[in-house]
């Protein structure tokens, strides 16, 4: 069955400390994988996608991603977060048609 | 301005009452989506359009209806609320015609609830 699972509820990293955000796919074939972030009161925007070609993708406000389809993940990075990251992260995959499943969330808590 | 707004933002209703959900966006997009967003299971596809004369259901469309009244506009409805319908419903948008139709843009989300 196709699937996203994001492991972690809920994560939290000191500001100025590295973030990794876990994320894993059961789709069988190349997957499109997307990261979004959703703040408080906000709809979800997209920070990254990834369809092909470099499994290490940039995206929007110092994230990045690492597709590494031998582990069938996609986890989210960035090196040093700030207070303003504090939000829920979504990992997704487009399955085609009109079909993206959507990760659980992680929800990233940011301390001071 | 919004390219993706929905109303109301926040809705409070008793049991076995008539909601509407509304969703208006300015991309001119083809596509729309419902979605609902429930704690610790992710967004969930309730309903989905390609175009105006194109509805479909999506994974959990029982007890929900939707219209497409033009291509700006996708309302969702609930025609007796229940009180597992208590969720944030979100509304999104893509576009066919760039090629580029799995990049969805997001509406703020309605928080409804149901007493």
């Known amino acids: 069955a196709q699937s996203v699972t994001q492991p972690d509820i809920h994560i939290t990293v000191s500001e100025g400390a590295s973030l990794e955000l876990r994320c894993n796919y059961s789709?069988?074939?190349?997957?499109?994988l997307f990261w979004y972030v959703q703040s408080p009161g906000q709809g979800l925007q997209l920070l990254l996608k990834y369809f092909s070609g470099d499994t290490l993708v940039q995206g929007i406000k110092g994230f990045e991603a690492e597709f590494k389809r031998s582990q069938s993940s996609f986890n989210l990075r960035k090196p040093s977060v700030h207070w303003s990251d504090a939000a829920e992260y979504f990992c997704a995959v487009y399955t085609g048609g009109f079909k993206t499943i959507f990760g659980a969330g992680t929800r990233l808590f940011v301390k001071a | 301005d919004a390219d993706v707004t929905q109303t109301p933002r926040n809705r409070i209703t008793k049991t076995g009452k008539r909601i509407m959900l509304e969703c208006s966006q300015t991309?001119?997009?083809?596509?729309m989506y419902w979605y609902r967003q429930d704690p610790g299971l992710g967004l969930r596809l309730i309903y989905y359009?390609?175009?105006?004369?194109?509805?479909n259901k999506g994974e959990i469309s029982d007890g929900y209806s939707v219209s497409r009244q033009a291509q700006a506009k996708f309302s969702l409805s609930l025609e007796s609320a229940i009180p597992n319908q208590t969720a944030l419903y979100f509304c999104?948008?893509?576009?066919?015609?760039?090629?580029?139709?799995?990049?969805?843009?997001f509406g703020p989300g309605t928080r409804l609830t149901v007493t």
């Open positions: 359009s390609f175009d105006v004369k194109d509805i």
């Open positions: 789709y069988g074939a190349t997957p499109y």
């Open positions: 991309k001119g997009h083809d596509r």
């Open positions: 999104a948008t893509s576009d066919s015609g760039t090629g580029e139709e799995y990049e969805q843009y």
